[in-house]
């Protein structure tokens, strides 16, 4: 195997070390794509109409700013995520693993901005979700999901979607930290078969 054009000795528990976290990639990948779909449908479909006496409420995710942020977060991580899936089955078709260092460094990257935003975006949505369901007395913001326990109970599935596509996303980050800095230190010779330990 050969980065950066570098020759790299690898024995046969490397060689499989890497189908299997290429594997373990592309698996992670398309499953925080579908994840984060999912999240978003979940959220985007998320309505329920109330009739208090005469006048008639309706619960939409455009009511709560977080689930808006939730819902554009969850679209730039699923469009991101089936990008670098794309280049995963290109990688895996062409036999490569990275290019170079800046390649891996640019991925590592963007992993981590995903897998922050996510988190933050399942924060904001959570901490929403609790004044839903608690209110907050000090504040004087009532509970609405004793009211609107459809519109809860359907978002608090979307949140839930997206809470597994961020671990799977971190996962990713972890995976991406590994084959970036493996990059530092390849030699381009051989080891001798007196340094190597079996």
């Known amino acids: 195997m050969s980065y950066l054009g570098v020759a790299v000795y690898h024995g046969g528990k ?16 398309s499953s ?12 985007v479909t998320d309505t329920q109409v109330k009739r208090i ?39 895996s078709m062409k036999g ?4 170079n ?34 209110g907050e007395e000090e504040l004087q913001w009532m509970k609405v999901c004793n009211m609107f326990g459809k519109f809860c109970h359907r978002g608090a599935g979307g949140v839930a979607s997206t809470i597994l596509a961020a671990v799977a996303m971190v996962l990713v980050s972890c995976i991406s930290a590994f084959s970036l800095f493996r990059l530092y230190g390849v030699t381009n010779q051989r080891p001798s078969k007196l340094a190597m330990v079996k």
Do not use: H
Request: aromatic letters at 6%; hydrophobic letters at 55%; proline letters at 0%.
């Open 14 to 29: 490397m060689k499989l070390i890497d189908r299997r976290l290429r594997l373990t990639e592309l698996l992670l990948r």
């Open 53 to 91: 006496f005469t006048i008639e409420k309706r619960a939409k995710y455009t009511n709560m700013k977080s689930f808006v942020f939730l819902v554009v977060v969850n679209g730039i991580v699923s469009v991101y995520s089936l990008l670098q899936t794309l280049r995963c089955v290109m990688g």
């Open 101 to 134: 260092k800046s390649l891996a460094l640019a991925i590592f990257s963007g992993d981590q901005a995903m897998a922050y935003m996510s988190v933050a975006a399942i924060a904001a949505a959570s901490e929403s979700g609790m004044i839903g369901i608690r």
């Open 32 to 43: 925080i794509t579908v994840l984060a779909l999912l999240g978003i449908i979940l959220i």
């Open 96 to 99: 490569s693993v990275l290019l």
